[in-house]
């Protein structure tokens, strides 16, 4: 007699208790349904500018269809390191200590792979980007959350990391600005962080895709601090700030043994990443800064304007220092993340997220993405203030 074949059977022990994301599992919902207003997905409403488009354009034109080198295309890593010495005075070498990635997602997952023994403990902040959690467990990782509270405008402080480290710790995952809180980090705290971490003996994961994305002041990256920049993996890419998330393309920077270290994994998983967006990336850096200006100050507008009707509708929420999303206290409802979510997007048809997709500490509050239009955000904010006023009678 034939045994019964179950595939569940077969999956592997580490993946199954792994949740799927908080923010896609909440989207098949909103499929289906007629005039909603999304404030879900972290994507920029706008198109990649013309220049950069052309640039692909002119790729493919070119015949330029082949692999590249499993760092990718040198020119692109002479860019960024040319790019990144200019921006915060660290250089990395293009030869060794660049890797270009398919997107920030894999460069997170292929530097973990990279340095986690089973067992190790690898702090990150909550609340914080969905994918930090399930991509240490699925490298045989601890993940080790640590809060960063409103009182703090969403910043991580050097006293709570101190509070979560044990002998197994290994690594620590930044990601300033953040998503979904849109806080920031200073100096003065990334120099207390720093002290930290070289304390402690840890490796660094800063993702800073949203860099270009901070609203007045600048943007300070961990990586100058003094010290830092040979026990950090600095990750970053092109989607958020030049509009390019369909372009899949990111990058890693670190000290060589540890970029060697990715690369044998990006070599047997991925190869390389596509020669056609790396082309349009070495146009976004060299001449892209004067459309990612503007876009920027149109999520400057957005930003204060949802920010000022969600307190003025009784929801409590700080302003976002950087990215395009606001996470607002919806705690005063007595409804649940996921309750007050759900409902909205039944009663009002306007799309959040619920804050515990982005760990339990986001329990209580919902994450809206301002990259979208003006007027799109007046109508859902409309909306909302309705609902808001039902459920408070």
């Known amino acids: 007699m034939t045994p019964h074949f179950n595939p569940s059977n077969f999956i592997a022990e580490h993946l199954k208790n792994i949740p799927?994301?908080?923010?896609?599992?909440f989207f098949?919902?909103?499929q289906g349904m007629d005039d909603v207003i999304s404030l879900g997905i972290?994507?920029?409403d706008f198109v990649t500018p013309w220049h950069i488009r052309e640039a692909a354009i002119y790729a493919l034109e070119k015949g330029r269809t082949s692999y590249t080198s499993n760092l990718g295309l040198m020119k692109l890593r002479e860019v960024i390191s040319a790019h990144l010495q200019k921006k915060f005075g660290v250089t990395y070498h293009p030869a060794n200590q660049v890797l270009i990635t398919v997107?920030?997602?894999e460069a997170l997952d292929i530097a973990l792979r990279a340095l986690?023994?089973?067992?190790?403990?690898?702090?990150?902040?909550?609340?914080?980007y969905v994918s930090y959690s399930p991509s240490i467990v699925m490298t045989y990782g601890i993940p080790k959350a640590v809060s960063c509270l409103p009182k703090n405008n969403f910043s991580l402080t050097a006293e709570a990391i101190e509070q979560r480290i044990t002998p197994k710790s290994k690594v620590l995952i930044l990601n300033f600005p953040t998503n979904p809180t849109g806080g920031t980090m200073t100096k003065e705290e990334l120099e207390q962080i720093a002290q930290v971490v070289i304390n402690h003996n840890l490796i660094v994961i800063t993702d800073e895709i949203y860099s270009e994305l901070t609203f007045g002041g600048k943007h300070i990256s961990i990586i100058s601090i003094p010290g830092m920049a040979e026990r950090t993996i600095f990750l970053h890419g092109f989607s958020k700030a030049y509009a390019m998330t369909g372009f899949r393309l990111g990058y890693a920077c670190g000290p060589s043994e540890l970029i060697d270290a990715m690369m044998k994994v990006h070599q047997y998983s991925m190869l390389c990443a596509s020669i056609i967006s790396q082309e349009a990336a070495i146009e976004a850096i060299l001449n892209g800064?004067?459309?990612m200006l503007k876009m920027r100050e149109q999520y400057r507008i957005r930003r204060d304007y949802i920010v000022k009707e969600f307190n003025n509708i009784g929801l409590t929420c700080h302003l976002p220092r950087g990215s395009f999303y606001t996470f607002p206290s919806i705690s005063?409802?007595?409804l649940s993340s996921k309750e007050f979510a759900v409902r909205l997007l039944k009663e009002e048809r306007v799309a959040a997220i619920p804050g515990d997709a982005f760990g339990r500490t986001g329990e209580g509050f919902v994450r809206c993405c301002f990259a979208t239009s003006?007027?799109?955000i007046e109508v859902a904010m409309q909306r909302m203030c309705r609902f808001v006023k039902r459920l408070k009678g």
């Open 20 to 25: 799927k994301s908080g923010i896609r599992d």
């Open 42 to 44: 972290g994507e920029p």
């Open 374 to 376: 003006l007027e799109k």
């Open 116 to 128: 986690i023994n089973p067992g190790d403990e690898v702090i990150y902040h909550e609340p914080c």
């Open 103 to 105: 997107g920030v997602s």
């Open 28 to 30: 098949e919902i909103v």
């Open 332 to 334: 005063n409802t007595g």
């Open 289 to 291: 800064e004067t459309a």
